[in-house]
């Protein structure tokens, strides 16, 4: 089962800017498919049109082969999974989860099965009597996932559904949800703009940016080959080296490395670099490819299992570095030390870039 989204442009206002614009990608079947990108970016307006609960102005959304696009809310066979939890506050986790049933006049005795079955999937089968209000944040949710569930829908919209929960719960309802994944198949597309989130849990990630798509790939396809300045920038935390080209090279301080072809002799160039692309040493031993430049440390700041040092280059430009703890502790230095930074790998544009 999967879904088609077809030239898509939706518009709040007229004369205004669209907050999509000539869209078009595929959720491809079985999979999770994230849609990732800043605030506004339009991830939302994406998803509630594929529900039916906007109307685009142009485009065709295709759902299992069949075009959507016309259905009403009830017709299209999907789920859908806020992130307020939208559940009926006077009604038990058994009547929430029940509630899609009953509309569609399921028999009491299928009803009571399916949610019997629900609460199993989401591992709360000792809940079934309790209120929205007797239940944890991350608890309300998964008896949202199971409401949704409960239809059997073809397609399962997913739009932040871990916005409103802390990191802890998140972080396990993300292997909650990867797990349900497994046992549903059900094709799921996923609004975050937490690309640790959405590297992780999906299969194909939509990069969106004011309104339109950035790049679509996989999660390795997107992070080793960002397409565009903004996506390099986006995803995976960078660093970025401004340079110029020369003889056909990228001179980014004393980086050296390809440039694009597109580049001519003295044009901007600006180099995208991972914090953990960098390895930094105390004395410099040359097995650097792209080069190694030397780096005052300004500020340290260990997070958990790594340590992140920012490093100020002789050109001016800061550079972020990631270095496992025990790495850094090998390593030995303090804040005001120089040390000497070789970048492993970057990616070039041509240009000068912000987001
Ligand atoms: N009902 C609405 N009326 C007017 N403008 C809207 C409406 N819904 C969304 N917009 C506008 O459309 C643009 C895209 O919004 P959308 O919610 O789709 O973005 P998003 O990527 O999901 O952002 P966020 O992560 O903040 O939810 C924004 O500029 C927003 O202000």
Redesign the pocket.
């Known amino acids: 089962m999967s879904v088609i989204v077809e030239k898509l442009t939706k518009r709040?206002?007229a004369g205004g800017a669209p907050?999509v614009s000539d869209v078009s990608f595929q959720a491809p079947p079985g999979a999770i498919t994230t849609l990732l990108?800043p605030?506004?970016?339009?991830?939302?307006?994406?998803l509630r049109t594929i529900a039916g609960l906007e109307t685009p102005d142009e485009g065709r959304i295709v759902i299992d082969g069949v075009d959507c696009t016309e259905l009403p809310v009830q017709k299209r066979g999907v789920g859908v999974v806020f992130q307020s939890y939208a559940l009926f506050k006077h009604m038990t986790v058994r009547e929430n989860i029940a509630f899609g049933l009953n509309v569609r006049r399921m028999s009491r005795a299928d009803v009571n099965a399916r949610v019997d079955e629900m609460l199993k999937l989401i591992q709360l089968e000792d809940l079934g009597r309790r209120t929205p209000s007797q239940l944890s944040g991350g608890q309300r949710q998964r008896v949202a996932f199971a409401r949704a569930l409960a239809i059997r829908p073809k397609l399962l919209l997913l739009d932040?559904p871990f916005g409103a929960l802390d990191t802890r719960v998140r972080k396990e309802l993300r292997e909650w949800l990867q797990d349900l994944h497994e046992q549903t198949g059900v094709t799921t597309l996923l609004?975050t703009?937490d690309q640790e989130e959405a590297l992780e849990i999906s299969q194909h990630v939509v990069i969106?940016a004011e309104?339109r798509v950035a790049q679509a790939g996989s999660p390795e396809n997107i992070y080793d080959s960002p397409a565009t300045p903004f996506v390099a920038s986006f995803v995976g935390g960078t660093s970025i080296l401004n340079g110029r080209v020369h003889e056909g090279r990228a001179e980014v301080g004393s980086l050296v490395v390809a440039a694009p072809q597109s580049a001519r002799e003295g044009e901007a160039v600006q180099a995208f670099v991972r914090p953990h692309d960098i390895k930094l040493a105390k004395s410099f031993d040359g097995d650097g490819q792209n080069g190694a430049s030397t780096g005052r440390v300004e500020r340290l700041k260990p997070v958990g299992g790594y340590v992140k040092v920012l490093l100020k280059l002789p050109s001016g430009d800061s550079i972020t570095v990631e270095v496992p703890r025990n790495e850094f502790d090998e390593l030995g230095v303090v804040e005001g030390d120089s040390v000497h930074a070789d970048v492993r790998t970057a990616r070039v544009f041509v240009g000068d870039f912000s987001i």
């Open positions: 709040f206002s907050a990108g605030s506004g970016a339009g991830k939302s307006t994406i932040e609004v703009h969106m309104g």
